[in-house]
């Protein structure tokens, strides 16, 4: 499988920091007691988060915006560093976003590293689409909402 390339304008970067150890952000992501804070407050899932922290494995939970509107959603793991950075293809089979993993770049592609700053911790969180990608598919992705949403569930992660 060719490795996908990203260029600038085709992804958004939010940063966050946090009165945390890096382990301790990085736990958030990637052990299922602690992705509870990813899904909207006030609703319960009663389908379990499950994560496979290995690369090739596979990360999933249902997302619930609302009563009306609840899908699945993960990411299928490229690059682990622990307690530095998370590398992952964002989507689920059945969700959103489609994710096809016999072909994961043709989606998007989130990288989150994590830096020690003092006591705490500095994330920096990266959605990237892939250059194969035309400009209209492009600026459909960009257009979703998706870095509304991405902002209101990373502003619930607290510590």
């Known amino acids: ?5 990203f260029s600038l304008g085709r992804g958004f970067t939010l ?9 301790m952000v990085f736990s ?3 052990t299922p007691e602690n992705l509870g804070w990813f899904m909207n407050p ?5 389908l379990p988060i499950t994560v496979d ?14 009563t009306e509107t609840r899908y699945m959603t993960g990411g ?3 690059e682990i560093e622990p307690d530095k950075k998370l590398v992952y293809a964002w989507g689920a089979v059945d969700g959103w976003p489609k994710i096809d993993p016999d072909n994961l770049a043709l989606g998007p592609q989130v990288s989150i590293l994590f830096h020690e700053i003092g006591e705490g911790t500095q994330m920096i969180f990266r959605v990237e689409l ?6 209209p598919q492009t600026a459909e992705w960009m257009s979703s909402g998706m870095l509304a949403g991405w ?7 607290k510590f």
């Open 130 to 135: 892939p250059d194969q990608l035309t400009e």
């Open 15 to 23: 940063t966050r920091t946090f009165e945390a150890p890096p382990s």
């Open 42 to 46: 006030g609703f319960t899932s009663d």
């Open 1 to 5: 499988m060719t490795a996908p390339t």
């Open 53 to 66: 922290l290995r690369v090739g494995g596979a990360w999933r939970l249902e997302m619930i915006v609302n």
């Open 151 to 157: 902002t209101m569930t990373i502003d619930r992660l």
């Open 76 to 78: 299928i793991f490229r």
């Open 28 to 30: 958030a992501w990637t």
